[in-house]
């Protein structure tokens, strides 16, 4: 069965500063996506990053990038230069089936981030 | 201002009740998903529909109820069967069932006494 593992519940880190959530997954499938999505504490969830499984090149979108190591199925998100409005909850999640079949996620528990000044 | 709305934010209703959460969407996206969260956890899929008239059940669909009459409403019923229905839901929509983002509503929040 296709699983997400997110196995910080929290993290600290300093303004500025850099910092990695890891995200290993599980999966039999050849084709996959990878996500990561933001959730401040309003609620909404906030597309971050995307990942294909054939993508050779790592996706990176501003201070977000993901570190995919596909041989280790982990895709962890790093956040360069943190800032205070980073604090939020972190989730990775997973497309089940190949492209075009469906669009159904899986989701992990998500890694609580505080930026500390 | 496109986006995806979700009403009310917090919703009270006493044990017993059906209750109908709305969503709504002004993106013309064709595929709509329904998503519960309860503390300390991720999402988990309710229900989606990939097309106006369809929909296919999700992780957790026992206890629910959906319809998809307009592209731009996909409104979930919490019915008297569901066990434990106090959490927080969450709607979402993409442009098609290939497309890798999903955008998601504000959520609504459901307590049930």
């Known amino acids: 069965a296709q699983k997400i593992t997110q196995t910080q519940p929290g993290m600290f880190v300093q303004e500025k500063e850099a910092v990695t959530l890891d995200c290993t997954y599980d999966?039999?499938?050849?084709?996959?996506?990878l996500f990561w999505y933001k959730q401040p504490s309003s609620g909404e969830m906030i597309f971050l990053i995307y990942q294909g499984s054939y993508d050779e090149q790592n996706a990176t979108e501003g201070r977000y990038s993901l570190n995919f190591q596909k041989a280790r199925k982990s895709a962890n998100l790093v956040i360069s230069a943190s800032q205070l409005g980073d604090s939020a909850m972190y989730f990775c999640a997973m497309r089940e089936g190949t492209r075009g079949a469906t669009n159904k996620l899986i989701f992990g528990t998500g890694t609580l981030l505080a930026v500390q000044p | 201002d496109g986006g995806i709305t979700q009403s009310p934010k917090y919703l009270f209703r006493k044990e017993g009740q059906n209750v109908t959460l709305s969503c709504e969407q002004n993106l013309n996206h064709d595929a709509m998903y329904w998503y519960r969260q309860d503390p300390g956890q991720g999402l988990r899929l309710i229900y989606y529909?990939?097309?106006?008239?369809?929909?296919q059940k999700g992780d957790i669909a026992e206890g629910y109820s959906v319809s998809r009459e307009k592209k731009e409403s996909f409104p979930l019923t919490v019915t008297s069967a569901q066990k434990n229905p106090t959490a927080f839901y969450l709607c979402?929509?993409?442009?098609?069932?290939?497309?890798?983002?999903?955008?998601f509503g504000p959520g609504t929040r459901l307590t049930v006494t």
């Open positions: 979402a929509s993409s442009v098609d069932r290939a497309s890798h983002e999903q955008y």
């Open positions: 529909s990939q097309i106006v008239n369809d929909f």
């Open positions: 999966t039999s499938d050849q084709s996959y996506g």
